[in-house]
């Protein structure tokens, strides 16, 4: 595995003052490779190279362009237990959901390929006479994509392939704590037989890298996923240069369970969606919505649930719960724990670090009841397995409850009645609602995004996401030999 940045075609370790530890968080003695830190330099080299190299591709044919994403979904298909392997052990999710991670980057992979034959635009009649009109899509040019930790591989995919298969070229900053697995990425890609230039990594801090990509003039298109506070300061610094941004930021996902839901369902979503990934996705589930009668049926479960999952370092087969990611979010995981407590929440099961810890940052599965609209843990995302169970009288209150957050990523209700459902689906302010089954979720051909404070621009994956990466041109061809318009008035 390389461990620098990637310019140009080629791999070099930046002069830097400072190395990145790759650390393990299951045990973080376990030192995986060291990355110099990329400098504002190193950004703005990026940034030329991309821009010597976009006229070239924009003008290799987009199902060539495609073919790259093809060979790359073979090379990562036959890669893909390194790929599990190196993000469980840097990233600390469990092999099963890292294996499910690299599957999903592979199915955005071949979904990108293929719209290299489509970039479709529309024709449309004109209101004159003699006058063909339509729309055609084309590449921005240097585009600059910034992600975070938390699903390593598969969301570099989904921004990088969209962005490169639409002709654009590519500044890309990984977070400084998951660098190996974007380094497979890029190695792939390059194996793959991307030219040199059309892809460039740059392994550094947000405040320096991040920055530079946003801040310099030749980025026309950023994208972001990550934390509320640096994405709306992103926004804001993007906005003020006039790009096209788009940020996908926070959740606080709730699931609705109404009197008539099946219990056992509703459990296997609930745990599913809240200690997944230790909790560590936008769409975990983080908060419960129950009705009354049922509400202590579902806790019991609930807590049963909760307290026997194996908490265990991702790498080992048997662990059903990983770490979380670093020695910052174990902290505020733990202090949000507190925060629920001194609330006044009622601790079900969990609410610390688990017996065998041995120096990894791990938490118990966390459930809190008795948790209500005003508390911090109803309202705040904690980004770790702390599940917040509150009481919902009917269809109203749910939908009222569930809208009374800041966020709008995704939702899920439990019941069989098809006017509740239709209400919920309605009603509910999230870009994502799903349906007697988990709030997690996403697939390469459907848009991915959210509401309110947790995103702006345009949705992620599917056909919107290829059209983020787009410039739209509408074209107006007069036939009519006049070189008027001829419109009838
Ligand atoms: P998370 O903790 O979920 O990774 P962050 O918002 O802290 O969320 O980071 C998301 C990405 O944004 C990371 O790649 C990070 O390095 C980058 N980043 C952080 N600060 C800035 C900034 N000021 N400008 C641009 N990118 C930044």
Redo the contacts with the bound molecule.
């Keep these: 595995m390389p461990t620098g940045s990637y310019i140009n075609g080629k791999w070099f370790h930046p002069k830097s003052e400072r190395l990145v530890k790759n650390i393990n968080p299951a045990d973080p003695k376990d030192i995986i490779a060291e990355f110099p830190a990329g400098t504002v330099e190193d950004a703005h080299a990026a940034i030329q190279a991309a821009q010597a190299t976009f006229p070239a591709w924009k003008n290799t044919p987009g199902p060539e362009r495609g073919r790259v994403l093809w060979r790359a979904v073979n090379i990562a298909r036959a890669r893909l237990e390194e790929i599990a392997q190196t993000m469980s052990r840097e990233e600390g999710k469990i092999l099963k959901e890292a294996r499910g991670e690299v599957l999903k980057g592979i199915s955005l992979l071949e979904f990108f390929a293929g719209e290299g034959y489509r970039m479709h635009g529309k024709t449309m009649p004109s209101e004159a006479r003699d006058t063909f009109t339509y729309t055609i899509r084309r590449p921005i040019g240097v585009v600059g994509l910034?992600?975070?930790?938390?699903f390593p591989w598969a969301l570099p995919v989904w921004k990088i392939a969209p962005a490169i298969v639409a002709g654009n070229t590519v500044v890309f900053?990984?977070?400084?704590i998951t660098p190996a697995t974007a380094s497979l990425l890029v190695e792939i890609l390059e194996q793959a037989g991307l030219p040199p230039g059309v892809l460039n990594m740059v392994v550094g801090?947000?405040?320096t890298?991040?920055?530079a990509?946003?801040e310099a003039s030749e980025t026309r298109a950023i994208s972001?996923?990550?934390?509320n506070?640096?994405?709306t300061?992103?926004y804001h610094?993007a906005a003020k240069l006039n790009k096209k941004v788009t940020c996908e930021m926070g959740g606080k996902n709730a699931i609705v369970v109404m009197p008539d839901a099946d219990l056992t369902r509703a459990t296997n979503a609930i745990i599913g969606g809240a200690f997944g990934s230790t909790g560590q996705r936008c769409t975990a589930t983080s908060r419960v919505l129950v009705a009354p009668d049922v509400k202590n049926k579902l806790v019991e479960l609930l807590g049963e649930r909760a307290s026997q999952l194996r908490v265990g370092p991702g790498l080992d087969e048997t662990s059903e719960m990983g770490p979380a990611v670093d020695e910052k979010?174990w902290k505020t995981d733990l202090s949000y724990i507190e925060i629920a407590k001194r609330e006044g929440a009622r601790l079900v099961t969990g609410g610390g670090v688990p017996p065998g810890a041995n120096g990894g940052y791990f938490v118990e599965p966390t459930i809190f009841d008795g948790v209500t609209p005003e508390m911090r843990i109803f309202r705040e995302e904690v980004?770790g397995p702390v599940l917040a169970v509150g009481v919902a009288t009917d269809i109203q209150e749910a939908i009222k409850f569930s809208n009374a957050v800041e966020y709008g990523l995704t939702t899920s209700i439990f019941t069989q009645d098809i006017n509740n459902i239709m209400r919920y689906i309605e009603d509910v302010e999230t870009g994502m609602v799903h349906v007697n089954e988990p709030t997690i979720g996403g697939e390469a051909q459907l848009p991915f995004g959210g509401t309110k404070n947790t995103g702006v621009g345009e949705r992620e994956m599917a056909e919107e996401g290829l059209n983020f990466f787009t410039e739209l041109k509408t074209v107006f061809i007069n036939y009519g030999g006049t070189g008027e318009r001829n419109l009838i008035r």
């Design positions: 910034i992600t975070p930790w938390n900053k990984p977070a400084e801090s947000g405040a890298v991040g920055s990509i946003v972001f996923t990550g934390s506070e640096v994405g300061a992103l610094q979010q980004f």
